[in-house]
């Protein structure tokens, strides 16, 4: 209602115009988050980072009270990766709301001002291997490996079908998998950042989490490949051939690279 972030501002409003201004705020928000969800797959609280954001996209959908083209869209859910990705509200919330909200008004104001913004204060929108060297479920990119997953139409290696946060029956749930399991890695006395990496994340139903227990990736792998042709590579693993024989990595080797 009043492009700040503050309550303070609402002082000299009336109760009807506040009234009017919550119910087009919910409005908006069921929106962003159908948007959010259908779009980028991230459909489960677990991972749906970056919430400080809906309120200046809730703005931007006010002001225009009309429905979104594609571009706009995707535009608009490009800034609000890129400021979930950045930690953009992780400080002071209010602060960075106020400046994006402020990056909406006037004749210049809108999408690319906002994503022009976050780019000089990141100092770059990037993405590159190393910043998924995070670890835990905590990390800010794990969102981001979910989103891939589900964008991707990442398959199930246990049962071949499309990975989807509702699938339904308790053992169809997603769960977390390590594709190198924790035990084997610890034994070999690796540390608990090495063993939860981001990248030695993917996601199973419960049931074929059960299944692969602590077997080792040169062993389930085949017999994934084996039952569902193509599972593997819907995960971003691919299967190639070194010194005449084959293997799968999920590292894209060029010709000519030494085993």
């Given at each position: ?109 809108g999408l690319n001002k906002l994503i022009e ?59 977390v998998h390590h594709i190198f399991p924790k ?51 819907s995960s971003g693993f691919r299967q190639i ?19």
């Amino acid at each position: 209602m009043t492009g700040e972030a503050k309550f303070s501002y609402l002082h000299d409003k009336g109760a009807e115009e506040i009234k009017d201004a919550l119910k087009r705020a919910t409005k908006y928000i069921d929106s962003c988050l159908n948007l959010i969800s259908g779009r980028l797959g991230l459909d489960h609280d677990q991972v749906f980072f970056g919430r400080f954001a809906i309120p200046v996209m809730v703005r931007y959908m006010d002001k225009h009270q009309r429905p979104l083209d594609e571009k706009e869209r995707d535009k608009m859910l490009f800034w609000f990766l890129q400021a979930g990705m950045w930690g953009r509200f992780s400080g002071s919330t209010e602060t960075y709301i106020d400046q994006d909200l402020e990056a909406l008004e006037g004749e210049d104001g809108g999408l690319n001002k906002l994503i022009e913004q976050l780019r000089l204060w990141h100092g770059g929108l990037g993405v590159e291997p190393g910043h998924f060297t995070g670890w835990s479920l905590g990390a800010r990119f794990y969102p981001v490996l979910y989103l891939l997953t589900r964008m991707g139409e990442a398959r199930d290696w246990g049962t071949g079908l499309p990975l989807k946060a509702n699938l339904l029956g308790k053992m169809s749930r997603l769960e977390v998998h390590h594709i190198f399991p924790k035990a084997q890695l610890y034994k070999k006395k690796y540390g608990r950042a090495e063993v939860n990496a981001l990248a030695n994340y993917c996601f199973l139903t419960k049931d074929t989490n059960l299944f692969i227990s602590d077997k080792l990736p040169e062993v389930y792998f085949a017999e994934i490949e084996a039952k569902h042709p193509g599972a593997l590579a819907s995960s971003g693993f691919r299967q190639i051939r070194c010194c005449g024989k084959s293997k799968i990595t999920g590292i894209s080797w060029k010709s000519g690279k030494p085993c």
